[in-house]
């Protein structure tokens, strides 16, 4: 936090630029703990591809495709709730060794299933790492990375998510040839043994050093990622700041009690909710699918998936490069509104006969969404939830909100095939417009505005804005 960062700089003075050394031991540690982020992007999305021929192979129905999509999501949502856990107690590099193992084994089992039943287990066992990952990553590389590039490190964890979706698409493209869905599957295994033996070369955090009495090691780390002259005072914020969290842990569960705090919880909450209840999971999941409905082959269908993975890519890297200029509500509010006239379009396109031009169009507007969404919304949501939650609850409330934030997940993934079925493409999509109308009044009441704010001065604003004296 900025008073108690001052104490490796003062203020107004940059801390060193680290050396060449240290330079390269900082980009080891991103492009081997972000695999964790590729794969979680990359699990998520290879479903898209695998479904049209699993359809056929197993004889799914759309609550058969709607289970095994979801059972992912409902073992990222208990995952997420072990990793933070498993973490503290294991440390953060030993807790991403055992997600690592869990990937490379989910990713096999998942390749070889031979029956529904076996590849919805195998499905969950798989959610469990990419829930664990989804905590531990960010974690992990937000504590080894020096103060002055902590938050681009961390950001690089989002691009790396959307990056692990795109490559998902463009080898369920090449593989369509084929109809090996199994390979599709299978395939995460390979980036998951890099994550796991590129481990093995990385220590563990200097604060959970720290928080073992192991101030050598993490005196031994720090002075890879900083100057010498700066190491004894990074020390000296690690333990201020430890005392100040485990300060905030005991009184956690006494401030929900606050109707101030349990009114931000239900905010943070909210907007998780409106994160995934707004339709992004629906096409990163099931683009191929919608896109056949439109009278397009298999194969095509896979393939033109593609351009929502490269801009989802893109617009990630824009929405990060707009979200400290404009403002976190001003970006969410644009975001949903043309969110909605996309999704209000889309739905529109779906009474047109079904043709190659019509095709394109569908494509040409879920790619539009996806824009929206990306830049926005996603990048918004993230942000906000990391910066909202008084000190003390920060923890607690954050991990509530990311648990709703999987459940509505899942709840999207299994109904979303059933709906298509039932009332068809264009009402489907209709139904998302509407939602994201709903969203775009309830971010505009309650969204709070964080933008040029020390996390310092949040609890009074925040407080202030409830109509608390702080």
Same mark, same amino acid.
């Given at each position: 936090?900025?008073?108690?960062?001052?104490?490796?700089?003062?203020?107004?003075?940059?801390?060193?630029?680290?050396?060449?050394?240290?330079?390269?031991?900082?980009?080891? /540690?991103?492009?081997?703990?972000?695999?964790?982020?590729?794969? @979680?992007?990359?699990?998520?999305?290879?479903?898209?591809?695998?479904?049209? @021929?699993?359809?056929?192979?197993?004889?799914?129905?759309?609550?058969?495709?709607?289970?095994?999509?979801?059972?992912?999501? /409902?073992?990222?949502?208990?995952?997420?709730?072990?990793?933070?856990?498993?973490?503290?107690?294991?440390?953060? &590099?030993?807790?991403?060794?055992?997600?690592?193992?869990?990937?490379?084994?989910?990713?096999?089992?998942?390749?070889?299933?031979?029956?529904?039943?076996?590849?919805?287990?195998?499905?969950?066992?798989?959610?469990?790492?990419?829930?664990?990952?989804?905590?531990?990553?960010?974690?992990?590389?937000?504590?080894?990375?020096?103060?002055?590039? &902590?938050?681009?490190?961390?950001?690089?964890?989002?691009?790396?998510?959307?990056?692990?979706?795109?490559?998902?698409?463009?080898?369920?493209?090449?593989?369509?040839?084929?109809?090996?869905?199994?390979?599709?599957?299978?395939?995460?295994?390979?980036?998951?043994?890099?994550?796991?033996?590129?481990?093995?070369?990385?220590?563990?955090?200097?604060?959970?050093?720290?928080? &073992?009495?192991?101030?050598?090691?993490?005196?031994?780390?720090?002075?890879?990622?900083?100057?010498?002259?700066?190491?004894?005072?990074?020390?000296?914020?690690?333990?201020?700041?430890?005392?100040?969290?485990?300060?905030?842990?005991?009184?956690?569960?006494?401030?929900?009690?606050?109707?101030?705090?349990?009114?931000?919880?239900?905010?943070?909450?909210?907007?998780?909710?409106?994160?995934?209840?707004?339709?992004?999971?629906?096409?990163?999941?099931?683009?191929?699918?919608?896109?056949?409905?439109?009278?397009?082959?298999?194969?095509?269908?896979?393939?033109?998936?593609?351009?929502?993975?490269?801009?989802?890519?893109?617009?990630?890297?824009?929405?990060?490069?707009?979200?400290?200029?404009?403002?976190?509500?001003?970006?969410?509010?644009?975001?949903?509104?043309?969110?909605?006239?996309?999704?209000?379009?889309?739905?529109?396109?779906?009474?047109?006969?079904?043709?190659?031009?019509?095709?394109?169009?569908?494509?040409?507007?879920?790619?539009?969404?996806?824009?929206?969404?990306?830049?926005?919304?996603?990048?918004?949501?993230?942000?906000?939830?990391?910066?909202?939650?008084?000190?003390?609850?920060?923890?607690?409330?954050?991990?509530?909100?990311?648990?709703?934030?999987?459940?509505?997940?899942?709840?999207?993934?299994?109904?979303?095939?059933?709906?298509?079925?039932?009332?068809?493409?264009?009402?489907?999509?209709?139904?998302?417009?509407?939602?994201?109308?709903?969203?775009?009044?309830?971010?505009?009441?309650?969204?709070?505005?964080?933008?040029?704010?020390?996390?310092?001065?949040?609890?009074?604003?925040?407080?202030?804005?409830?109509?608390?004296?702080?």
């Amino acid at each position: 936090m900025g008073a108690v960062t001052s104490q490796v700089a003062p203020a107004g003075q940059r801390p060193a630029a680290p050396d060449r050394n240290a330079k390269r031991f900082i980009v080891g /540690i991103a492009a081997i703990a972000a695999l964790g982020g590729a794969l @979680f992007g990359y699990d998520t999305g290879v479903i898209s591809g695998a479904l049209p @021929f699993m359809e056929s192979h197993f004889g799914l129905t759309s609550l058969g495709e709607g289970v095994i999509t979801s059972a992912l999501l /409902i073992g990222a949502a208990f995952g997420s709730l072990i990793g933070g856990r498993m973490s503290d107690a294991l440390g953060r &590099r030993d807790a991403l060794l055992w997600a690592g193992a869990v990937f490379i084994g989910g990713a096999v089992a998942v390749a070889l299933s031979p029956t529904v039943p076996f590849m919805t287990v195998a499905r969950f066992v798989l959610g469990l790492a990419v829930g664990s990952a989804s905590v531990i990553t960010p974690l992990y590389l937000s504590e080894i990375a020096p103060p002055h590039i &902590r938050g681009r490190l961390v950001s690089f964890n989002s691009l790396m998510i959307v990056s692990g979706q795109l490559l998902a698409y463009l080898l369920n493209a090449v593989l369509a040839q084929w109809a090996a869905w199994r390979w599709m599957l299978g395939l995460a295994a390979l980036p998951a043994v890099a994550l796991f033996a590129g481990l093995f070369f990385l220590p563990d955090t200097p604060r959970w050093y720290i928080s &073992r009495g192991r101030r050598e090691d993490a005196a031994r780390v720090l002075g890879r990622t900083l100057p010498a002259a700066d190491v004894p005072a990074e020390l000296a914020r690690i333990d201020h700041a430890r005392s100040l969290e485990a300060d905030a842990r005991r009184g956690a569960w006494r401030e929900l009690r606050t109707p101030w705090v349990r009114r931000l919880l239900l905010v943070g909450i909210g907007l998780a909710a409106v994160q995934q209840i707004t339709g992004v999971n629906a096409v990163v999941y099931f683009a191929p699918k919608i896109l056949a409905s439109t009278g397009l082959g298999t194969g095509a269908a896979i393939t033109a998936t593609i351009a929502v993975g490269a801009v989802s890519v893109v617009a990630t890297a824009i929405g990060m490069s707009l979200i400290d200029r404009v403002g976190r509500r001003p970006l969410l509010l644009c975001g949903l509104a043309g969110m909605t006239v996309a999704l209000a379009l889309l739905g529109a396109a779906f009474h047109l006969p079904h043709s190659p031009a019509v095709s394109v169009l569908v494509l040409g507007l879920m790619v539009l969404y996806m824009a929206f969404m990306q830049a926005t919304l996603n990048t918004g949501v993230w942000l906000l939830l990391a910066e909202m939650f008084p000190l003390r609850v920060r923890g607690l409330a954050m991990g509530a909100a990311v648990f709703v934030m999987w459940m509505v997940n899942f709840a999207v993934a299994l109904v979303f095939p059933v709906l298509l079925d039932a009332v068809g493409a264009s009402s489907t999509f209709w139904f998302f417009a509407a939602m994201c109308v709903l969203s775009w009044v309830f971010c505009r009441r309650y969204a709070p505005e964080t933008k040029g704010l020390a996390l310092e001065d949040l609890e009074h604003e925040l407080r202030r804005a409830a109509g608390e004296q702080a």
